[in-house]
């Protein structure tokens, strides 16, 4: 089967982004030609492939040789057992060593892909979620947990003001105190940059209050649908409510433009008092919405020996950065 990939001189941005609104209610952000963008400039070869059955897969590329292998974030689209077998067969085509399909699919398609030869992999996208409806403010508010309505007005009552900002540099800053309490690696500047200047609708939200910066966060919108992306504050005047204030004015802005809801992108798989991130679960409840549990990421290992050494080199290059 031969597969028809779409270059950028028979396939426009538009039109790219057209296709996969017909395609997916809404279309997956990760699958958008931006996000393609963004990825290129980050170490990956990205291929936009037109399968044979009307389906669309951003495809992101590493390696080169028998190590060359793919990954298909929230795609392809739709997600379904017969998109993902074009894709199967593109890439049985190319002779790639693996196939990594992460789709915006329930557990269930899971399912499906293990009948195609797909085994379960790590997910590098949130497979637990929260998608919360938007409105008007007052049904928004009133959608609300009583005290995230409380925490919102407060916020409001003692001068907390939200401004939408292009410098990424306080996100930064404010994602700075957020990796260093929680012991994660977070992007780098020129990363939160060059996300601002390419995704769909991107916006920095940052809380200010008597002038000083207390919180911070990254929304982009996609196919009538807002993403909370990447956030941050400080531990200075946390009594402010600053992290509701921000998530508000977000909001409040997303459903001015035309989204339909907001994605909270990530939150723990349970209530779980012990987890790590359970403070993370109580603050993304509070504003409501339906939880969302995607079937994850999926490999097709086509070369097992040069998978296991393209893994092996992974790993060395985590290795290596954990001790830099």
């Not at 950028?8 to 963008?37: I, K, M, N």
């Amino acid at each position: 089967m031969s597969i028809a990939v779409s270059t950028p001189d028979t396939v426009t941005r538009e039109r790219w982004d057209r296709a996969l609104g017909e395609l997916a209610v809404p279309a997956p952000l990760l699958q958008s030609w931006a996000f393609g963008e963004v990825q290129a400039q980050e170490g990956w070869s990205v291929e936009r492939l037109v399968l044979p059955g009307g389906g669309r897969a951003t495809v992101l590329l590493q390696g080169s040789g028998p190590l060359r292998w793919a990954y298909v974030p929230r795609g392809p689209v739709p997600a379904t057992a017969e998109t993902v077998a074009d894709l199967v067969a593109w890439a049985r085509e190319r002779r790639l060593a693996r196939l990594r399909v992460e789709p915006e699919a329930p557990i269930a398609f899971g399912g499906e892909l293990r009948a195609l030869g797909f085994q379960p992999s790590t997910a590098a996208q949130p497979r637990h979620t929260l998608i919360v409806p938007l409105a008007d403010e007052e049904t928004m508010l009133a959608s609300f947990k009583p005290k995230h309505r409380y925490n919102v007005r407060l916020a409001q009552r003692r001068g907390v003001v939200v401004q939408v900002e292009r410098d990424a540099a306080e996100l930064k800053r404010q994602s700075d105190f957020t990796a260093h309490r929680q012991g994660i690696s977070l992007l780098t500047l020129e990363q939160y940059r060059r996300r601002l200047e390419l995704l769909d609708g991107c916006r920095v939200y940052v809380a200010r209050w008597q002038g000083q910066a207390l919180a911070a966060i990254m929304v982009a919108s996609f196919g009538g649908r807002a993403y909370y992306l990447y956030g941050g504050s400080s531990d200075r005047h946390r009594q402010l409510m600053p992290t509701y204030a921000v998530q508000w004015a977000a909001m409040r802005d997303a459903a001015e433009a035309g989204c339909r809801d907001y994605d909270l992108w990530g939150i723990p798989p349970s209530p779980d008092p012990a987890h790590p991130w359970f403070g993370l679960w109580q603050f993304k409840m509070g504003f409501g919405g339906e939880q969302v549990e995607y079937c994850g990421a999926w490999d097709l290992v086509f070369s097992p020996l040069a998978a296991r050494i393209d893994e092996l080199a992974v790993w060395g290059r985590r290795a290596l950065r954990r001790l830099r």
